[in-house]
C-alpha cells in the first residue's frame, strides 16, 4: 500500500510531487525479495539516507518501506481505496481522511518553513467527493494533527 506524499500526490492528479514512495507492506521479507527482484538495490547512494531501495533506471526516486501496520493500526482498513492500474495489477491507497489525518501530522513535526505536508492535506480536503467528517476528526485526534488548519465545512464544530 502506498502511503505519504506519493499517496497524496495520486489523489491531487499530480498537484504535488514526491521523490520518494513510501510502502506499508505485511512483510519486510517479501518487499525485499521483491524489490530485489526487479532489480531495486539498497540505498548506498551518497547524500541519500540510507535506508530504503532504488531502481538504477529511476534514480531520482526513492522507495521505503514504512514499519508496522497501517497508520499504526488506527486506519479502518475497509476504507482502503484500490486504484488499478492495469488489468490485473492494483494499487492500493488508504482513505483520504486517513491521508489528510496523516499529512496533518507530518506538518506538525516539520520544520517550520516546510508548508508542504498542510497544503497536501488542505487540497485533499478540497478535492474530496465526500468526506466522512466524523472518521476524519477521529482520525486527525489520533494522528496528533489540528483541524483548524483546515477549511472543513463544521469541522470546527465537531471537534471534541
Request: glycine residues 8%; aromatic residues 10%; without cysteine.
Amino acid at each position: 500500500m502506498l502511503v505519504g506524499g506519493a499517496a497524496a500526490a495520486i489523489y491531487t492528479d499530480g498537484s504535488f510531487m514526491s521523490g520518494d514512495f513510501d510502502v506499508v507492506a505485511a512483510s519486510d521479507e517479501r518487499l525485499a525479495d521483491a524489490f530485489a527482484r526487479f532489480g531495486f538495490q539498497k540505498e548506498n547512494r551518497p547524500g541519500h539516507l540510507r535506508f530504503g531501495y532504488y531502481h538504477p533506471d529511476v534514480p531520482g526516486y526513492g522507495f521505503q518501506q514504512v514499519s508496522g501496520p497501517l497508520f499504526d493500526g488506527r486506519a479502518d482498513l475497509s476504507r482502503l481505496y484500490r486504484f488499478h492500474i492495469a488489468p490485473d495489477s492494483a494499487l492500493e491507497l488508504p482513505a483520504i481522511e486517513d491521508l489528510i489525518a496523516d499529512r496533518l501530522a507530518q506538518y506538525a513535526v516539520a520544520a517550520a518553513s516546510d508548508t508542504s505536508r498542510l497544503n497536501q492535506a488542505r487540497a485533499l480536503a478540497t478535492l474530496a467527493e465526500e468526506l466522512d467528517l466524523p472518521y476524519l476528526l477521529r482520525r486527525i485526534h489520533e494522528e496528533g494533527g489540528d483541524v483548524a488548519l483546515l477549511d472543513v465545512p463544521d469541522a470546527e464544530a465537531g471537534r471534541s
